[in-house]
Structures are given as C-alpha cells and as structure tokens.
C-alpha cells in the first residue's frame, strides 16, 4: 500500500521548452502532495505544498512561475517547468501524505523524475 | 522551526560490522522523526519513524533508531552491515512546521567487501 508514482522517470528537452512531470497516488487519496528538487549528492529541498483543489504554497525562492503546480484531483499532482534551462536541470521528486494513509505527518515518495534541459 | 543535522557526510564500514547514522534534531514541538534511504537515482523508502509510542523504534532491513529527547537524537544503528545496505540515509523531522518534513544533509554509507 501507499504506492506513489512519477512520470516519465526522466526527461531530456531543449532549452526554453516547458516540461510536465506527473505524480499519481496510485492506492489511497492524497489530499497533500509536495515537490522537491534534489542536486546531485545533496539533500531534498522542498519546493512546495499542493492540497487538492487549492493553489499551491511555494517556499521561500522558488518561482511560482516558473514551477506551475496543478493538484487537481486526490490522487494526482503535476509540476510544469516552464521555460526550462540548464539550471533547471535536477531530480524532482514527489511525495504524498493522505488521510488514508498512516499519520504523523509520514509522507510516501515517488521514485522521482530526471530533468535534463539541453 | 525545525532542523536537522547529520553527523558525517560519508561513512564507510566494513561487511558485517556495526553501522551507526548519526541524527540530531532541533524542534519547537514535540517531533516526528523518520529515517530514509535512498538508492541511487530512486526516491526514499521510508527505514522507521518515531512517533512518540516508543523510543527505540525497529524499522526494515534490519535496522534501528532510538529517541533520545535530553540528547535530542535518533541515531540509526544496524548490528552488521551488508553490500546492499550502501546507500545514501536521510533523517527527518515533523512536526512545528505542519505537514512538512524537514531534512538532514544525508549520510552516504560505503559498505567495504
């Protein structure tokens, strides 16, 4: 249980393309997704919280336009990478906390998504 | 707020030996405290977590971690190490920022033959 998956697991585009990942609870409802970007050989650094039916909070940096987050049902949350650039290059990846899922704030994670902007 | 600090960027133990992680936590509320692991280019797969039933807390793959409120830790430890056990770990903490986890800068483990 509490599965949760990305796609594509990787994504090679040119730059100025925007690029869209997907990330689906694939067996309970998630009513808060989050994304993280991760640099290589660093930590998880969260870009912001998504709750079903709402705007997304974006932390302190990140740029709202630049990263659009969708979560327009319980079980699917979306990040567009509008405009990408090289530097937009990084591993995403994409949890999922749920009401039907274990509590104490545990969050379930996609096996994450590979962003290469040429 | 709330943060945490790994010990060791990089820690490298023979097969068989003693694997210990080193976690310490700094919170505003009494926290959640999680432990990942992360195989190269996959997401985390949850080890433990601690969530107050008790303090030393058993998860997969053999490992464990105990609370420690005065020490404000919660080392991960595993008896004996094994090949499979490289890998990068995350410590976590939940809990006075709502719903978001806060992590450490990671522990890479090199498992030596």
């Known amino acids: 249980g509490a599965v949760v998956s990305q796609h594509p697991s990787w994504v090679i585009c040119k730059s100025g393309t925007s690029v869209k990942i997907e990330c689906r609870s694939l067996?309970?409802?998630?009513?808060?997704m989050f994304w993280y970007r991760q640099f290589p050989k660093q930590s998880l650094m969260l870009m912001a919280t998504s709750n079903e039916g709402s705007k997304a909070t974006y932390e302190q940096g990140v740029e709202k336009d630049k990263f659009l987050i969708n979560h327009a049902s319980l079980t699917l949350s979306t990040l567009t990478v509008t405009s990408a650039h090289p530097e937009d290059s990084s591993f995403y990846i994409c949890?999922?906390?749920?009401?039907?899922?274990?509590?104490?704030?545990?969050?379930?994670f996609g096996p994450g998504t590979r962003l290469t902007v040429l | 707020a709330q943060s945490v600090t790994q010990l060791g960027s990089h820690v490298s133990v023979s097969e068989g030996a003693l694997v210990l992680l080193r976690c310490n936590y700094s919170s505003s509320v009494p926290p959640y405290l999680f432990w990942y692991v992360q195989y190269p280019n996959q997401g985390l797969q949850l080890l433990l977590k601690y969530t107050s039933a008790a303090t030393l807390v058993k998860g997969i793959n053999g490992f464990e971690a105990e609370f420690k409120k005065s020490e404000t830790s919660f080392h991960l430890t595993k008896p004996s190490a094994h090949m499979s056990d490289a890998a990068e770990y995350f410590c976590a903490v939940s809990g006075a920022a709502g719903n978001k986890l806060t992590f450490g800068g990671g522990t890479r483990v090199l498992v030596k033959p």
């Open positions: 949890s999922a906390k749920g009401p039907g899922t274990t509590s104490y704030n545990e969050q379930f």
């Open positions: 067996d309970f409802q998630a009513t808060t």
